[in-house]
């Protein structure tokens, strides 16, 4: 991974990085009440993600979702995102790369869990792209209604008509993809790295 004078911890990012990440579109991490818990959640413009699992004993649920568009020309297209949520998992070896433009330059924001296991009480995320393995446990509906489905009480907004999965628990393999927009609940800031680096890096 290529390193950068400006690596630091998580803490002291932050007045560097809300300058950048307002921009590429991310809502910074925010503390909870608790002071063992933080929430990270990210809107990604040009986002990519990697993983080396992630593992849940709890209900997962699955989606997949069109939605509306524009390409460059300004014309809109139905493009179809996959959303994915679980209540507590279990999550390894996690980065998030964005690319953002700062001053004319193009930059890079990491977000790592290095190979460390993070756990975490929640997670949800919307994917534009993703290439993975997916193991599931329980109890599982396929061609289930999208919405009809559910996890840990909560509704991933699917509607009649869209495809839904719904599973007891699941294991992800190793995975890739492109990221629109994702929350991990309960997590320790100390558990991520993040580093403003120059050019177009990834994961």
């Known amino acids: 991974m290529p390193e ?14 809300i300058g950048a990440l307002i921009p590429a579109g991310f809502i910074g991490a925010a503390a ?3 002071a063992l818990g933080a929430g990270m959640a990210m809107q990604s413009i040009r986002g990519t993600f990697t993983t080396d699992g992630i593992v849940t004993n709890d209900p997962v649920g699955i989606i997949v979702h069109p939605q509306l568009a524009k390409d460059a020309n300004g014309n809109t297209y139905t493009q179809y995102v996959v959303k994915l949520q679980a209540t507590n998992a279990t999550v390894q070896g996690l980065c998030v790369a964005e690319k953002t433009s700062l001053f004319g330059q193009t930059f890079t924001i990491l977000i790592e869990s290095a190979d ?4 975490v009480s929640g997670v949800w995320a919307t994917l534009h792209t993703a290439t993975m393995s997916l193991g599931t446990t329980g109890s599982v509906q396929l061609n289930q209604n999208a919405a009809d489905v559910y996890a840990g009480g909560e509704s991933l907004g699917g509607v009649i008509g869209e495809l839904g999965i719904s599973a007891g628990g699941a294991s992800l393999g190793p995975s890739r993809g492109t990221l629109q927009a994702a929350m991990l609940k309960g997590v320790l800031a100390a558990d991520f790295h993040a580093r403003l ?3 177009d890096v990834d994961c």
């Open 4 to 17: 950068s004078n400006n690596g630091t911890r998580w803490g002291r990012a932050f007045a560097l990085m």
């Open 197 to 199: 680096i120059p050019g």
């Open 116 to 119: 460390r296991e993070v756990q």
């Open 32 to 34: 909870s009440q608790s």
